[in-house]
């Protein structure tokens, strides 16, 4: 989008809009255009300007120097005049007080250019005379406090997953964690909405997957556990940045705010935080400078760049932008550790790791946690508590004594087992959290105690029979039937992957066997309803990959026309 220069515009004005001008800059006609062109007028003008008006034009700027005209006159306005006029800022000097885009509009600070429905720009000739912006926040005066009581977010973090492994955290049926794993917490402090948030992103991110009506820990929360505390918590960020719920969806019912919560999230972490203090600042006062310097900060631009107007915004601000910007730093950012609160909720700053998030600080100092120690009698001495991952595997394979010391049992051993982990899984752990290799007379001893331990497994297959031992030598070794792996079970069985089902039955078929595939079929649907559907499907006006996929599985499990052996 092409700019016009200084010297452009001005020539463009018309007689009354050029005296209009004039008169801003106490100046004449004639000698507009040198005035103009000269840094001390406009530093001049911007320190004259009201605060309103100064923080619209630091906006502006911010913005890369232009700005939807609808956000410039909600935030800025109204304009009491026809840009399509020949002298627009003539007819603003009939009032006598401006709003601060009339302000800018008659000083030359702004100009319209017609592009997606109009922007206030400033002109690149002006740009370069002006002084740098003020910054988004100030702080007018250091507060010595201290902080607020902060949460222990890795322990919270460990007693959770430990939790979880025991099946102890129950999930209610609107996918929210019941109110019983909030007593089950030890810690204090802990709020049944940090707990909702922590499941939930921990959910998105992986480290966490619903199995039935219960929370379980899946491998990366075990990985998760591993890092520092610094890399542990900026892959909660981000698991937090990708999750497809809102934060209105795990509090009480309520009618939420008409703003893209997901898309704010980024702008907190990636806009905001940078010009958060670093030194103790009312929470209030902040968000009243935002809202004055940032009044669209929550409303990012839409992807087709064309800004809209809510109705009513921003004489709304406080119920809306003012409450979700609240609550984000009150909520997630500090629960990340990035913010943190103090006088009980009224001054806030950002943290270290908060200014490395932002890329402002180097990497916070990282102190690797102590391994753990294997005593002669089979107890392990945890004598760091910071070393999370290596308390949750001893949850996992070893009974806690007190706070520092578990004991490795039989029982214990043989319970490990049981739950799937095999003996190779269980020294290896061992050898993860000392470590150093585990001594061969403790791992006789483990082998001893495991050996007593017969593990059952249970798969699906499917079982091809016949009541004659030749035909299932032949489907063995007739090349068109093109067998994959398979189990035999005796002369007259032998067991396929359901998975490979469906292909074998096909080409047995197309060899010429008869097929009795009645057991084999789903019990769900009966082939009269399967055509059914597939009619259905068939109409449906979509484009879905999903659609042709259910299709392409209806039409393998159906019967084949003619086909009285199933």
Same mark, same amino acid.
């Given at each position: 989008?092409h ?8 020539? @463009?004005? @018309? ?20 005035? %103009? ?22 906006? *502006? ?6 700005l /939807?005209?609808?956000?410039?006159e ?7 005049? &026809?840009?399509?006029?020949?002298? /627009? ?11 601060? %885009? ?13 592009h ?7 002109? $690149?000739d *002006?740009?370069?005379l ?10 007018? +005066? ?33 996918g ?22 922590l499941?939930?992103?921990l959910? !998105?991110?992986?480290?966490l ?17 591993? =890092?520092?505390? =610094?890399? #542990?918590?900026?892959?909660? !960020? ?35 935080? /940078? ?10 006062? *902040? ?5 004055? @310097? ?5 409303? /990012? ?10 109705a ?26 990035l ?45 760091d508590?910071t070393?999370?991952?290596? #308390? ?19 029982? #214990? ?21 000392? !470590? ?19 593990q *059952?497994?249970?798969? &699906?297959v ?5 009541s ?13 039937i093109?067998?994959?792996? =398979? ?6 069985r ?7 089902a ?8 197309? !060899? ?9 079929? $789903? ?5 009269? +309803? ?6 259905? %499907? ?17 039409a ?8 009285? =052996?199933?």
């Amino acid at each position: 989008m092409h700019i016009a220069s200084l010297s452009y515009a001005l020539e @463009s004005l @018309s007689l009354s809009d050029r005296a209009t001008m004039a008169a801003v800059h106490g100046c004449g006609e004639l000698q507009l255009m040198a005035v %103009l062109h000269k840094p001390a007028t406009w530093q001049q003008l911007c320190l004259r300007l009201a605060p309103a008006a100064r923080a619209l034009l630091d906006r *502006i700027r911010r913005a890369g120097g232009q700005l /939807p005209m609808l956000l410039c006159e909600a935030v800025g306005g109204p304009l009491r005049t &026809n840009l399509t006029t020949l002298s /627009p800022r003539t007819l603003l000097a009939i009032y006598p007080h401006h709003s601060p %885009l009339e302000t800018l509009v008659m000083a030359g600070l702004v100009w319209p250019v017609a592009h997606d429905g109009g922007y206030w720009a400033v002109l $690149p000739d *002006i740009e370069a005379l002006l002084v740098p912006p003020l910054p988004v926040l100030t702080v007018p +005066e250091s507060v010595a406090l201290d902080g607020d009581a902060i949460l222990p977010r890795d322990e919270i973090l460990l007693q959770l997953a430990c939790l979880a492994f025991d099946g102890r955290v129950p999930l209610q049926h609107h996918g929210k964690v019941s109110q019983v794993v909030l007593n089950r917490i030890s810690t204090d402090g802990v709020t049944a909405p940090y707990l909702q948030w922590l499941v939930a992103t921990l959910l !998105a991110g992986g480290a966490l997957k619903a199995q039935s009506n219960l929370v379980v820990p899946t491998q990366l929360l075990l990985e998760w556990l591993q =890092h520092p505390p =610094h890399i #542990r918590q900026q892959e909660l !960020a981000r698991a937090w940045l990708q999750a497809a719920w809102s934060e209105w969806e795990l509090g009480p019912k309520r009618r939420p705010p008409p703003l893209d919560v997901r898309l704010v999230r980024r702008t907190m972490l990636q806009a905001v935080l /940078p010009h958060l203090p670093d030194t103790w600042c009312a929470g209030d006062d *902040i968000i009243a400078q935002l809202r004055m @310097s940032w009044p669209d900060v929550m409303r /990012p631009m839409p992807a087709d760049g064309r800004w809209k107007l809510p109705a009513g915004w921003p004489a709304h601000w406080d119920d809306e932008d003012g409450q979700l910007m609240r609550y984000m730093l009150m909520g997630p950012l500090a629960w990340l550790g990035l913010v943190e609160w103090a006088g009980n909720g009224l001054y806030v700053r950002r943290t270290q790791l908060g200014a490395w998030h932002a890329g402002l600080a180097v990497v916070p100092p990282v102190v690797a946690p102590s391994a753990v120690v294997l005593e002669p009698d089979m107890c392990v001495v945890v004598p760091d508590a910071t070393n999370i991952y290596a #308390r949750f595997q001893l949850h996992r394979i070893a009974d806690w004594q007190d706070a520092i010391t578990a004991q490795i049992s039989p029982a #214990r051993v043989k319970r490990a087992l049981a739950q799937g982990m095999t003996l190779a899984e269980y020294i290896d752990v061992l050898a993860t959290i000392t !470590a150093q290799p585990i001594p061969a007379e403790m791992q006789a001893m483990l082998r001893l105690w495991g050996a007593e331990v017969a593990q *059952i497994s249970v798969s &699906n297959v499917v079982m091809l029979s016949s009541s004659d031992a030749a035909v299932i030598h032949d489907i063995q070794h007739d090349r068109r039937i093109h067998l994959p792996a =398979h189990e035999v079970l005796d002369a007259t069985r032998i067991v396929v992957a359901p998975s490979d089902a469906i292909g074998v039955v096909r080409r047995l078929r197309h !060899a010429g066997y008869l097929i009795d595939t009645q057991q084999l079929r $789903p019990s769900q649907f009966d082939d009269a +309803e399967l055509a059914i559907i597939d009619a259905a %499907l068939q109409h449906l006006a979509t484009q879905n990959d999903a659609v042709r996929s259910i299709r392409r599985r209806i039409a393998q499990m159906r019967t084949p026309p003619g086909d009285t =052996h199933g």
